[in-house]
Every structure is written in C-alpha cells, then in structure tokens.
C-alpha cells in the first residue's frame, strides 16, 4: 500500500487526542523557531514522537496544522466562553474580560517572538502571515463583532458597524505599547499597569457606542 493509501486509511480511524496535542504542541515549538517554510512534516512528525503518517492523519497538510496549531494557542488562552453576553451582564465587565485575555496573550513571550518572526519574514512567507491572521486575528475579531451585535440587539450599546468597531476595540487597547514591545523599545506592561489600560479602553469604548 502507498504512503498516501495508507494515510488515507488512518484518516478513517479513531484520532488520540494525546497525539493531536502533541502534534500541536510540536507545530507550535518549529514554526515558531524555524518559520513556515522550512518547518517539514517529517520534523514535526520527530518532535511529537508520531509517524509521519500520524501527523497526516490528523491534519491533511501543512498549512492545515499551522492554522490549528494557532487556533488551539488563541482558544487556550481566550476560550469562546468568555465572549458570551448574557442578558444579566454589564458589557464593560465582558468587554474588561476579553480585553484582559487578549492583552496577555499578545504580550505572551511566544507571540511577541512570533510576530517578530512574521515581521522579519512576511515578504518571503506571505502564506504564513495569511495563514496566522486568519486563524488568530480574525477569529478573535469575529468572535468581538458578534458580540457587539449581540450588544446592540440587547440594547446594551448601539453600534451601526460591528466589524469596524470590533478593529477599534482592539486598536484601543494595543495602543502604541504592543509597537514598542515588538521593536525592543519597550518592555511588557506589569499586571496593574495592564489592567488600568484594560479599564480605560472600555470606558471610552462604551462612552462611543453607548
């Protein structure tokens, strides 16, 4: 049988989720370190402790692993509960919520090496920066953007363009400071001094579009 027969067949079988976890873990660590393109499955594959064929039974390619290796990094630390808006809640304290979230993860010591990665390397591996921003970026976005018109319908706050305001919620809280870590001339925020900016991007964000 073909190694693309027998992959097939794999795909048809129960999947470990130990094994997928470590496949991620693995994706995770190499792109990181060695970037996109020269990150090969036969390498992921060595640093999970899985066959290659493993690997492609649980994610058909390449670019398929690296999405779901940054999907599974943005869910583990902002998991879909904590975009929820119930009726009985304040929409600033879900907003200081994801807010608190998301600035610990951006300033997290893997994604600001990341980003430094994609920077040095975007014009050489564009699909990577397109893969990223899809599965992390974009995501996250989207899952603001329902929350707002879940918002608005509630009445909580009245937003006519949910994407845009979305983008400016982000925007707010990065501020310049994610700039400056990024480029070495700054250091990450100390807990306290994150939260405050955390507080004062909701208060003028509600004060837009209550």
Aim: glycine share 6%; charged share 25%.
């Amino acid at each position: 049988m073909s190694e693309q027969s027998t992959a097939n067949a794999q795909r048809g079988r129960p999947k470990d989720p130990a094994k997928r976890q470590a496949i991620l873990d693995a994706a995770k660590e190499l792109f990181l370190t060695q970037g996109f393109a020269a990150t090969s499955m036969d390498a992921l594959a060595s640093v999970a402790g899985v066959s290659k064929l493993t690997v492609y039974s649980h994610f058909s390619d390449k670019e398929t692993l690296f999405s779901a290796a940054i999907t599974d990094r943005c869910e583990s630390m902002m998991p879909l509960p904590i975009f929820v808006l119930e009726e009985e809640d304040s929409v600033a304290g879900v907003l200081e919520r994801i807010g608190q979230a998301f600035l610990e993860m951006v300033y997290s010591e893997d994604s600001v090496r990341l980003l430094r990665l994609l920077c040095s390397v975007a014009s050489q591996e564009s699909r990577m920066a397109q893969l990223f921003f899809d599965a992390g970026p974009q995501r996250i976005l989207g899952e603001i953007e329902q929350l707002l018109i879940r918002a608005t319908q509630l009445e909580m706050l009245r937003v006519e363009d949910p994407a845009a305001a979305a983008e400016n919620f982000l925007g707010i809280l990065l501020g310049c400071g994610h700039l400056g870590v990024l480029i070495g001339r700054s250091e990450v925020e100390a807990g306290a001094e994150r939260r405050a900016r955390v507080c004062r991007a909701v208060d003028l964000f509600i004060r837009a579009y209550r």
